[in-house]
């Protein structure tokens, strides 16, 4: 009885062990998403929502792992990696234009008015499918959605009241042909470096200032060094959760409509709370002694010519360019 006794202990013993080291059934498919930004800010919470609502949806399925801030390097990097399979989502902005050039068209220079025009012409508006018309074919990945960072606008040391203030000023530009064109049609002295430059440059008395999203102004503090921020809003911003889409296609028809909806409810999430954002950032502005300035008619006249100048280089290198206009054109407010 004893030896019967044992021999069945270390039967069990062996079958519990088999149980524990056998993968569940039931384990979730980990889904690596990578992006740019650090946390807190709209494209990273973009990416945590996905995960949440694609978990739900899926009930327990697919898991999603964010890697923000450059976690697996430069935004061509982990584009690439995405391309490649190696991870299955990323998030960015208009750097996918390499790959197709009207992609550049989601930034381009005084298109919308404000928030409102922008989310019917590219949350899964007209604009959008425009603008994503071949993308697929010709990167390798698909556009899931589409959601704001933020209007861009001027910081500078010296306030910036009229358009011969703004003439001359030696502004930070990205090192993209589109914003360094936009520089020189508003009279500014463009100066392309990288954002993690700036601090650096404006220390040294290189630069005047710069351009970002409130939402940027404030995570770095450009309040600090610059406190003279202009509501010109010349380019909103506009960023994107991409997909493998061999990976998508390869996906059961119930499994791909959990993705997508789950990227529309995280696009809708950043566009609801975008206005909220921005009110907030503001507010950290002036408690540290920021100034807020509103152009007048006259300054964002000058701005919209200036912007519709530098259509002339979508006009050149995408072929459906004035139907994309014209779009967005059409949802305006009247």
């Given at each position: 009885m004893k030896r019967l006794t044992a021999v069945l202990g270390v039967l069990a013993l062996f079958i519990g062990l088999a149980l524990f080291a056998a993968p569940k059934a039931d384990a979730a498919t980990l889904i690596k998403i990578a992006g740019m930004k650090p946390e807190g800010e709209p494209e990273t919470i973009s990416m945590h929502k996905f995960g949440e609502y694609l978990k739900k949806l899926s009930n327990g399925k697919y898991e999603v792992k964010v890697f923000p801030n450059s976690q697996l390097g430069k935004e061509d990097s982990y584009i690439a990696q995405t391309r490649k399979g190696i991870i299955q989502m990323c998030a960015t902005g208009t750097q996918t234009s390499a790959l197709h050039p009207a992609m550049a068209m989601l930034e381009t220079p005084m298109l919308f008015d404000n928030l409102a025009h922008a989310r019917r012409a590219m949350d899964g508006g007209p604009t959008f499918k425009l603008i994503n018309k071949g993308f697929p074919e010709k990167s390798g990945l698909r556009t899931m959605n589409a959601f704001p960072l933020g209007f861009r606008h001027f910081y500078t040391k010296k306030p910036i009241k009229t358009i011969d203030d703004l003439k001359g000023l030696r502004l930070r530009v990205p090192n993209i042909p589109l914003y360094i064109e936009f520089a020189k049609a508003c009279g500014i002295s463009g100066q392309a470096m990288p954002f993690a430059e700036v601090h650096g440059a404006l220390d040294q008395g290189i630069i005047d200032g710069g351009d970002s999203p409130l939402s940027d102004i404030v995570s770095k503090k450009m309040y600090e060094i610059t406190p003279e921020i202009t509501l010109t809003g010349h380019i909103l911003v506009i960023h994107s959760l991409y997909i493998n889409e061999k990976f998508y296609q390869s996906l059961p028809a119930q499994d791909k409509a959990w993705f997508d909806e789950a990227a529309k409810k995280a696009a809708d999430y950043v566009w609801?709370?975008?206005?909220?954002?921005?009110?907030?950032?503001?507010?950290?502005?002036?408690?540290?002694?920021?100034h807020i300035t509103t152009p007048d008619a006259a300054f964002r006249k000058y701005m919209h010519e200036a912007g519709e100048r530098t259509w002339e280089l979508f006009r050149k290198t995408v072929p459906n360019c004035q139907e994309i206009l014209d779009s967005a054109a059409a949802l305006a407010d009247k």
């Open positions: 609801n709370e975008m206005a909220k954002i921005d009110k907030e950032s503001e507010a950290v502005i002036l408690a540290n002694k920021g």
